[in-house]
């Protein structure tokens, strides 16, 4: 199968917001034993901020259930247009990133 035909979806264990602006943040819960000592002795928090850029910010949302990654790459070129270049090999890195990290998940059929 073609990457560009891949449907992906958030992954429902992370949380988010979209401010008044537009940027999206995504609540990261810090589990676990190592993270439960980690809060303890070096005051880590128990839920981390990841905070997406612009693009990031306006493609997260996207990223449904419902759209392939070549759906979402047609709404980035509108967006975006010249800013989005070189489109398909930047966002199919994105998105690899977000799937390697578990944010999101290919949608099962």
Not at 32 to 53: C, D, T, Y
Not at 63 to 83: N, P, T
Not at 92 to 105: A, H, N, P, R, S
Request: net charge positive; aromatic share 12%; proline share 4%.
């Amino acid at each position: 199968m073609n990457f560009l035909d891949v449907i992906y979806e958030q992954n429902k264990k992370y949380n988010w917001d979209k401010d008044a602006d537009g940027n999206v943040t995504i609540y990261i819960e810090n589990r676990g034993i190592f993270n439960r000592i980690a809060q303890k002795l070096l005051k880590k928090p128990k839920v981390s901020q990841l905070h997406l850029e612009e693009m990031g910010s306006f493609i997260w949302p996207l990223i449904d259930g419902d759209r392939s990654v070549y759906d979402i790459g047609i709404l980035v070129k509108e967006h975006f247009k010249e800013k989005a270049e070189p489109l398909y090999p930047r966002l199919c890195k994105y998105i690899k990133t977000l799937d390697d990290y578990g944010f999101i998940e290919k949608k099962k059929s």
